[in-house]
């Protein structure tokens, strides 16, 4: 029978050398995520809360593991009667709703591959993405069907598409097939190693590639998790995020997590965010623990913060946090922000958590137990204070099985035992690791290699910067200068700005990391997961 305590990796929390030195794998050979986050817990508990739905209209909707697992058993039903067999897609185009866990849980139950994918995508990009991946099915909604049926004809494998809303030959209703009985139904007997989960990289640099996961890798996050949000989970826990469950930030470093645990989620969709109703939606359903991206807490340290907040633990992700964020957690919001790091190929590999390590602010901190993290070049591991790229040892729990249909790509990405991330950092003489820049996003400038992170840092601690973001302009003397592009808060006075920034850089960076032009923007240009897109600021 599961409890909440029984299923952490972690014992207690204490320092971190000793979490790492005494940490061993245990991932059973048989497993199926479907059955640890869904069917275990409607088996022991079956009233326990999974899912706390707040739908557009403020209802709450209250969804237990054993509705969850009734659900998920008819649409696994229905999708093998449509021919979804073992290692099929099935695409999950729905917003944060029940329906959307409903569809990873049911996917995988037949042995099939859940492929998120963003509801906001056009059509070129869900072309591309389905296409790729070969979809034998999509589930969706209103709001996204037409987009799906104006495709259909450029999509030979999709056999079937299921709508949230009301049924239209050939379109399948999602309540009536959830509602439909499913006795006798066994799920399938799965490895770990077994593929269940494929998703999509933002595309940053080339064309989206698809990350293909086992069912392993759901206990390769747990263990940065159990550190990041503070010692989680803890009785009376709640989880939520903004995150958009199409990103693996939002489906694994919260909600595919917490149903695993038996902590309620939160779901909610944000047409757009907005840092009020966050606070709103925290406060009224007392959540605990939240994963929040950074530009989602920049935009919350503008808005006032309400009385009544219960949060224990925030954890981030995406970007390097600076100072100022993380004094305003402990602060104002009252808890803890702590950072982790990796990328839809390796997730959750890196953490800096208040408590059991001393935190180095804009520091990405140490390797999660479990995890071994290395900065290396041509030649090998690097020294201390040099810049390498971060690579992760494999295998690794956490780490995909392949890149969908890209063998050249997948080769290219582990080699020779590591998994390159494509990320430069350095460490410390503590071993915290600090990210420096994309390789691809470094400034040669004068001779120099500057990365864009610490200077964002410095300018995102003038108060009236909202965001940052720094590039490279090719120059014909110095191959680069530094170019600052800047978003100011609501009223901020433009006068004087600029040498002030330039000042606040000398001052906390260097002289020579000093933008030579500084641009205000009314927004600047972000990827799906919120992350800068420094590439198409580039001129």
């Not at 139904?185 to 080339?206: H, N």
């Not at 590639?209 to 010692?231: I, W």
């Not at 204070?385 to 790509?409: I, S």
């Not at 191959?479 to 920034?501: K, N, P, Q, Y």
């Amino acid at each position: 029978m599961p409890d909440t305590a029984s299923r952490r990796l972690l014992g207690r929390i204490t320092d971190w050398d000793s979490l790492r030195a005494g940490f061993r794998w245990d991932i059973p050979a048989r497993m199926n995520i479907a059955h640890l986050c869904c069917d275990s817990w409607a088996a022991a508990e079956p009233d326990r809360t999974a899912i706390i739905h707040i739908p557009a209209d403020g209802a709450r909707e209250i969804w237990t593991y054993s509705q969850l697992k009734r659900a998920s058993d008819g649409l696994a039903v229905a999708l093998a009667a449509s021919g979804v067999t073992r290692g099929d897609r099935v695409a999950v185009l729905l917003p944060q709703t029940p329906a959307a866990l409903i569809t990873h849980v049911a996917a995988m139950k037949l042995g099939a591959v859940s492929l998120p994918l963003f509801t906001l995508f056009g059509a070129d990009a869900l072309r591309y993405r389905l296409q790729d991946a070969g979809a034998r099915a999509v589930v969706t909604d209103p709001a996204t069907l037409d987009r799906v049926m104006a495709l259909a004809t450029d999509l030979p494998d999709l056999r079937t598409i299921i709508t949230t809303g009301e049924a239209r030959a050939p379109v399948l209703a999602f309540d009536a097939l959830i509602a439909t009985p499913a006795s006798g139904f066994t799920p399938a007997d799965t490895t770990a190693e077994d593929p269940a989960v494929m998703i999509y990289t933002s595309g940053t640099t080339g064309d989206p590639k698809g990350v293909l996961h086992a069912h392993r890798f759901l206990f390769g996050h747990l263990p940065c998790l159990e550190l990041a949000l503070g010692d989680f989970p803890q009785p009376g826990d709640t989880g939520w995020t903004p995150a958009d469950w199409a990103w693996i930030g939002g489906l694994m470093d919260m909600a595919l997590p917490c149903l695993y645990y038996g902590v309620p989620l939160v779901a909610h969709r944000f047409a757009k965010f907005d840092p009020d109703a966050a606070f709103r939606l925290m406060t009224a359903e007392c959540v605990t623990r939240a994963f929040i991206p950074p530009t989602a807490l920049r935009l919350m340290r503008q808005a006032p913060t309400p009385k009544g907040l219960g949060l224990r633990a925030i954890g981030s992700g995406g970007e390097a946090l600076g100072a100022d964020l993380l004094d305003w957690g402990r602060e104002v919001m009252g808890c803890p922000i702590n950072e982790f790091y990796g990328q839809t190929e390796a997730n959750l590999v890196l953490a800096a958590c208040t408590g059991p390590m001393a935190r180095v602010p804009g520091a990405m901190g140490l390797p999660v137990p479990g995890h071994d993290v290395s900065l290396r070049d041509a030649r090998g591991e690097v020294g201390t204070g040099q810049v390498g790229e971060v690579c992760v040892r494999a295998p690794d729990p956490v780490m995909m099985l392949r890149y969908w249909n890209k063998p050249e790509a997948t080769a290219k990405k582990i080699t020779d035992g590591w998994l390159r991330t494509g990320d430069l950092a350095t460490q410390g003489a503590t071993g915290q690791i600090t990210f420096h820049a994309r390789d691809d996003d470094v400034i040669t400038s004068a001779g120099y290699r500057i990365g864009p992170v610490e200077i964002e840092q410095a300018l995102a601690t003038h108060p009236d910067v909202v965001m940052a973001a720094v590039v490279g302009e090719p120059d014909p003397v110095r191959t680069e200068i530094v170019v600052a592009h800047i978003v100011l808060r609501d009223g901020a006075d433009w006068s004087g700005m600029e040498e002030s920034l330039k000042t606040l850089v000398r001052d906390r960076v260097s002289a020579h990391c000093v933008p030579r032009r500084i641009i205000r923007a009314d927004s600047l240009p972000m990827t799906a997961t919120g992350k800068i897109l420094r590439r198409a600021l580039r001129t």
